[in-house]
C-alpha cells in the first residue's frame, strides 16, 4: 500500500534549519510527483514547495531568498525538504504528498491535485 510518512520536524530556534524527510514505500517514486505542504492551526492548508517526476521544482514560500529546497533521491526513496533561516510564521505542520504522473514537466502546486498524503510532522519555530 501507498504510504507516505514524515519526519524531521521539532524545534528550532529563529534563524535555525531543518530537513524534513518524507519517506516513501508502496509505490515507485520514479513515477509520482511529490509537494510539500503546511498548515498551522485554524488556517488553510498551503503549498512550500513541489518538485516533478522528472526533478523540475518550484518554491512558493520567499521567492527568491532561497530558504527552501524539495529535492529527492529516488533511490534513497525519500523526498527532503531542506529549511533554512526559519521564521516563528514557519511554525505549521508540514506534510507531504504525492500524484501519480501524467505531465513530466507540470508538478502540481494545489492541495486538490494530491491524493497521497503522510500524516504530518510538526515545525516550531520559536526562541
Known amino acids: 500500500q501507498l504510504q507516505l510518512v514524515e519526519s524531521g520536524g521539532g524545534l528550532v530556534q529563529p534563524g535555525g534549519s531543518l530537513r524534513l524527510s518524507c519517506a516513501a514505500s508502496?509505490?515507485?517514486?520514479?513515477?509520482?510527483?511529490i509537494g510539500w505542504f503546511r498548515q498551522a492551526p485554524g488556517k488553510v492548508r498551503e503549498v512550500v514547495s513541489c518538485?516533478?517526476?522528472?526533478?523540475?521544482?518550484?518554491n512558493y514560500v520567499d521567492l527568491g531568498k532561497g530558504r527552501f529546497t524539495i529535492s529527492r533521491d529516488n533511490a534513497k526513496h525519500t523526498v527532503y525538504l531542506q529549511m533554512n533561516s526559519l521564521k516563528p510564521e514557519d511554525t505549521a505542520e508540514y506534510y507531504c504528498?504525492?500524484?501519480?504522473?501524467?505531465?513530466?514537466?507540470?508538478?502540481?502546486?494545489?492541495?486538490?491535485?494530491?491524493?497521497?498524503w503522510g500524516q504530518g510532522t510538526q515545525v516550531t519555530v520559536s526562541s
Open positions: 508502496g509505490f515507485d517514486l520514479d513515477y509520482y510527483h
Open positions: 504528498a504525492a500524484e501519480q504522473v501524467r505531465d513530466p514537466l507540470r508538478c502540481p502546486q494545489h492541495t486538490h491535485e494530491y491524493h497521497y
Open positions: 518538485i516533478s517526476s522528472s526533478g523540475g521544482t518550484t
